[in-house]
């Protein structure tokens, strides 16, 4: 006979990115939150920092109307605060808090973190009180709203995300006993250190001791408010099995629940619509190219690659997609000409001028731009990683190169004065793409991809990666498959590097039909990531929250 799983008559949720578009957990929270604003309808709440006092925030519609009278009480009760809707699909209820009057409690607070948790709030630095003062205010918004609107019998949830949200879920833990605590790390603070300083993270995972390396690499604060939620909390989730293994080793506590990241795909465009974005999107990128390099691209006879997301030059491995173009450049079984693009955000300047002007006319172009590797200006031009070392690798994009890299180094949020086009209108104009992460306890880039039926290159070091191995039952998936999981160690850089090489080269010399199916198995794979899939381990979570919570309780 299977239990009954119970269920929540209300959620919070609270992350510095609601509202507030910064990195993966607002794709998470904002692909996710439709499927449950069905199920729940204007009972799950988020919570987020209200940064745009005075401004308008494109991504939340102010309702002055909504919870009215609480409202009233929430200002008694020390809080500024204003509700309204998130302008995502679902439209959910949103209560955006200003956290900036508690760092006039910030030592008190502290304090009493440390005496009933053990959180040591000594060694922050940076964003930490920033953080943890948004934390405090979500929690105080929480505990106000559940006093003032909710009956005893409510069940009622408060899901915290990151390290940068767990004091509020302690405070609440102890403030209001009732509501049941759930903590979801997207990554640890101190697996994220360790990999971003170059230590071997995988290979010694299980001789490292987490509170060890976080005084070593400076990150103690974070560290224990993530550890101490973790341990505390009545349910503690990560987003996959690699993560999972991460938290089981640095902060002593295995998650009970490993939430994995859906998508939603109604963003996607189908049919004749999809096409001709794609062809657009592909006229353009040609036209770029040929602004930038003066050399023409047939579309036909051109590969164009990309890589994405964040500057995290090791982590999100892109040094290694350099080094491996770098070896496709030599490789004389190469069928196309490749045009790879990096899409990574760095500290841009302006929109290139001669390149502006360029774009602006209709002329064919022979000759290339001075400096014909980037579009937009760097406020660091001679100390950026990948500038750097593309010069150190010798591909300056000389005509005789059947690879040219072409680096973009901003957002694209159709506003940067060159590409001017969104993200999701550009990635569906590639061929291929590669994210062969070294550190990545998810990743959206991927499955992005392969939702705009782009197959792409990945590493079993990204949840995604050693998810899409579970669909083949756990052999690797290949590139006829829509994903190229390639197995990436601490050492293994090299190997890697000539695994893309190859793979980009095989397909290069595919048949259309070939392509067309591997784009269809890459749609496919997506398919299988959508919410609807992947919200069941959300419910396991809240019943085992309910659950702890009801123990708590009764003692």
């Known amino acids: 006979m299977t239990k009954k799983m119970q269920t929540p008559d209300y959620i919070f949720e609270s992350s510095w990115e609601v509202c507030n578009k910064v990195g993966g957990i607002y794709t998470v929270l904002s692909t996710r939150a439709k499927t449950l604003q069905d199920a729940f309808s204007d009972k799950i709440i988020f919570v987020g920092p209200d940064f745009w006092q005075g401004k308008e925030n494109p991504l939340f519609t102010e309702d002055e109307a909504l919870f009215a009278q609480w409202k009233r009480q929430a200002v008694t009760d020390g809080l500024s605060v204003r509700t ?5 699909p679902g439209q959910p209820l949103v209560i955006l808090v200003d956290f900036q009057p508690f760092f006039a409690q910030k030592n008190q607070i502290y304090t009493d973190m440390w005496n009933d948790f053990q959180i040591d709030s000594l060694h922050a630095y940076g964003d930490y009180d920033e953080a943890s003062m948004f934390s405090y205010a979500s929690a105080k918004v929480v505990e106000s709203f559940y006093r003032f609107n909710l009956k005893a019998g409510d069940k009622v949830v408060y899901q915290a995300h990151e390290w940068m949200t767990g004091l509020g879920a302690l405070y609440l833990q102890k403030a209001v006993p009732e509501i049941a605590t759930i903590f979801t790390t997207h990554a640890t603070s101190i697996g994220r250190s360790i990999a971003g300083n170059n230590k071997p993270l995988y290979d010694y995972l299980f001789a490292y001791n987490g509170d060890q390396m976080a005084g070593e690499l400076n990150i103690q604060s974070k560290h224990s408010v993530e550890k101490q939620t973790a341990h505390h909390v009545d349910c503690f989730t990560t987003v996959s099995d690699i993560t999972a293994r991460e938290c089981a080793e640095l902060l002593d506590k295995p998650a009970d629940v490993v939430l ?7 963003f996607v465009p189908v049919g004749a619509a999809y096409t001709a974005k794609r062809k657009k999107a592909r006229q353009l990128k040609l036209r770029l190219a040929n602004c930038l390099l003066g050399e023409e691209f047939k579309d036909e006879e051109t590969l164009i690659i990309g890589t994405s997301g964040r500057y995290e030059f090791k982590n999100k491995g892109i040094n290694v997609f350099l080094e491996a173009l770098n070896r496709l450049n ?16 760095s500290w841009v300047g302006d929109p ?6 360029r774009l602006s006319g209709k002329e064919t172009f022979t000759t290339p731009l001075e400096c014909p590797l980037i579009t937009h200006w760097l406020h660091n031009m001679t100390h950026d990683q990948v500038l750097d070392m593309l010069k150190y690798l010798g591909m300056g994009n000389q005509p005789e190169d059947k690879v040219k890299v072409i680096f973009v180094p901003c957002y694209l949020d159709g506003f940067d004065g060159i590409v001017n086009k969104h993200y999701y209108d550009i990635v569906l104009c590639e061929d291929l793409t590669v994210y062969p992460s070294y550190y990545e306890p998810w990743g959206y880039t991927p499955l992005e991809s392969v939702a705009f039926k782009v ?32 197995h990436r160690s601490d050492y293994n850089y090299s190997e890697v590097a000539d695994v893309i090489r190859d793979t980009i080269v095989e397909f290069s010399g595919k048949s259309d039909a070939e392509v067309k199916k591997i784009r269809k198995n890459a749609a496919s ?14 419910y396991e979570a809240y019943d085992i929250a309910l659950q702890n919570a009801q123990k708590r309780c009764a003692k």
């Open 525 to 538: 794979v997506a398919e299988k990531a959508l919410w609807k899939h992947f919200i069941k381990y959300y």
């Open 260 to 266: 994995m990241n859906g998508f939603e795909n109604d």
């Open 352 to 357: 290139r001028e001669d390149l502006l002007e």
């Open 84 to 88: 309204g809707r998130w302008n995502i």
């Open 330 to 345: 030599r490789d004389k079984n190469l069928k196309k000409k490749v045009l790879a693009f990096v899409n990574v955000p």
């Open 455 to 486: 197959p792409t290159i990945t590493t079993d070091l990204a949840g995604f990666g050693l998810w899409a191995n579970t669909l083949k039952d756990g052999q690797y998936s290949e590139i006829e498959d829509g994903v190229k999981v390639i």
